[in-house]
């Protein structure tokens, strides 16, 4: 089951570009080329007079949400607010019938997720799942569901889920934008030529060459005992989705932050035994770029331990200020979590099996979450 490898977090970080390609699977208009959902055919009039949308998750699936807000905000330009369900569900939220409350669960029983949903229905709000399991509870109480079509995960760390929930809120952005008229049908055939192209991206950074890079990595840092993580835009989701794969399957502190927040605090914490992992590709993030370089020179200046993950035009700017780069394909802004999580994420499993941690099930945790 786990074909060959030593855990399923690993076999299921590897198989990412093959679930990916089936969470794309009749997903791209054979005739027309533009992305679809059919799943969302009969409630997209509805989506789309939505006042707002607001995301509920946990864990993992809340920070894909987060991912979600700035794709639907940016490409969709329709509110969005996103919220942990364990808060929403016990805080009287105001909620009208033109609100689109959308929860992303890998399981479909979080304990949580569910109530919101309840809560939503109840509201007379529009409620669609993204959802991993199929025929499960979330997918049965909302109004309707896209499945991620990405395969049973086993590992109690989510790994495909959550590029699969990412690429899932990536497809429905550009379709309310392309929609409601803020991205033209070439753009729309564009952005849906480079949705195909992640997949392959994905399996750009699965070589030889660089699990055996990130290997060594993981092996120099599995003393640490403190990590940041960092990140900006669509990549501040990335950096706190690092910082908790490190935590659950490591054992192993880490936090994450908005890059430009390091100077409000988190700075403190720097010094030479401090792994910094920043996210900061170049080509087609020209505004953020120069500024997260910048926290990357703050880092470097109070002899921080600075891991990059960049793209091969940041490559060689980043080689003189980081102790270790790591390049990644180069993607449009609003699909580059897509790429520089897959780094991230064997970094975090290769420090675990260093430690010798339960990797497949960490103590203290449970795949799916059915208590509140
Ligand atoms: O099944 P769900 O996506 O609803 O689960 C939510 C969280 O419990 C889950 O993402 C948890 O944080 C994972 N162990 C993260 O790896």
New binding site residues.
């Given amino acids: 089951q786990k074909n060959g490898y030593k855990h399923f977090m690993l076999k299921e970080i590897m198989e990412q570009p093959k679930v990916l390609r089936e969470c794309l699977r009749s997903r791209i208009n054979e005739q027309t080329g533009f992305l679809q959902l059919p799943s969302l055919d009969n409630v997209m009039d509805r989506i789309l007079a939505a006042r707002r949308i607001i995301i509920c998750?946990?864990?993992?699936?809340?920070?894909s949400g987060l991912v979600g807000e700035y794709l639907i905000e940016g490409l969709g330009r329709i509110p969005v607010e996103v919220e942990y369900a364990s808060e929403f569900r016990y805080r009287s939220p105001l909620l009208f019938k033109d609100d689109v409350v959308i929860?992303?669960?890998?399981?479909?029983?979080?304990a949580d997720?569910l109530e919101a949903i309840r809560i939503a229905n109840k509201a007379g709000a529009l409620t669609l799942g993204i959802v991993?399991?199929v025929g499960s509870s979330?997918a049965r109480e909302t109004s309707a569901v896209v499945y991620l079509q990405v395969g049973p995960e086993i590992g109690?760390?989510?790994?495909k889920?959550?590029t699969g929930?990412v690429l899932v809120l990536t497809m429905l952005a550009v379709i309310l934008g392309h929609r409601n008229g803020n991205i033209t049908d070439a753009e729309a055939l564009d952005y849906a030529r480079q949705v195909q192209e992640i997949p392959d991206k994905v399996a750009e950074i699965l070589t030889p060459e660089n699990l055996a890079s990130l290997k060594r990595l993981s092996a120099s840092l599995r003393y640490a005992k403190n990590f940041l993580y960092l990140g900006r835009g669509f990549n501040f989701p990335v950096a706190l989705e690092s910082a908790?794969?490190l935590k659950?399957v490591s054992y192993v502190h880490a936090e994450g932050y908005p890059a430009a927040e390091m100077k409000h605090g988190p700075i403190s914490l720097i010094d030479q035994q401090m792994p910094v992992c920043v996210i900061a590709p170049k080509r087609h993030h020209e505004g953020n770029y120069e500024k997260v370089r910048s926290n990357i020179q703050e880092v470097v200046a109070r002899s921080g331990n600075v891991i990059a993950i960049t793209d091969e035009d940041g490559r060689a700017d980043l080689a003189t200020l980081a102790e270790h780069v790591m390049v990644v394909p180069s993607t449009a802004e609003w699909l580059s979590p897509l790429v520089s999580c897959i780094p991230l994420q064997l970094l975090s499993y290769w420090i675990a099996d260093y430690r010798g941690c339960e990797i497949d099930s960490p103590r203290n945790?449970?795949?799916?979450?059915t208590v509140e």
Wanted: glycine share 6%; net charge neutral; hydrophobic share 40%.
């Fill in positions: 998750a946990c864990g993992t699936s809340w920070h929860v992303t669960s890998q399981s479909g029983e979080t997720t991993n399991v979330i109690v760390a989510s790994t889920a959550f929930q908790l794969k659950e945790l449970a795949k799916s979450v």
